[in-house]
Nanobody
Framework: QAQLVESGGGLVQAGGSLRLSCAASGRTFSSYGMGWFRQAPGKEREFVSGMSWGGGSTYYSDSVKGRFTISRDNAKNTVYLQMNSLRPEDTAVYYC?????????????????WGQGTQVTVSS
């Protein structure tokens, strides 16, 4: 199991940008597919973005496509989520997750390790 710690959340105005980071320890980071989820108050946790273990395949939810970018630096055992053109509806706790799924993980069940979450608040 990987241990994951997110950082980079905060308060930003609509239209602004944030970059979330997720530092991983444990099993070899490069063998994990990685993903980001978010959960707004009163709502279920939802998929935001996923990346295959090799980084060659990525996937985004329709709500963030074209605005968010997932990336990874295996030398630093870190995955990132660059968030641009933020909207108030992006406000949520964002969670990093690690997967041993062989493809590009997108479902909650694909992920076996989760971080504690970082709050992102977008003001209008």
């Amino acid at each position: 199991q990987a241990q994951l710690v997110e950082s980079g959340g905060g308060l930003v105005q609509a239209g602004g940008s944030l970059r979330l980071s997720c530092a991983a320890s444990g099993r070899t980071f490069s063998s994990y597919g990685m993903g980001w989820f978010r959960q707004a108050p009163g709502k279920e946790r939802e998929f935001v973005s996923g990346m295959s273990w090799g980084g060659g395949s990525t996937y985004y939810s329709d709500s963030v496509k074209g605005r968010f970018t997932i990336s990874r630096d295996n030398a630093k055992n870190t995955v990132y989520l660059q968030m641009n053109s933020l909207r108030p509806e992006d406000t949520a706790v964002y969670y990093c997750a690690a997967s041993t799924y062989g493809g590009t993980p997108t479902r909650m069940g694909d992920f076996g390790s989760w971080g504690q979450g970082t709050q992102v608040t977008v003001s209008s």
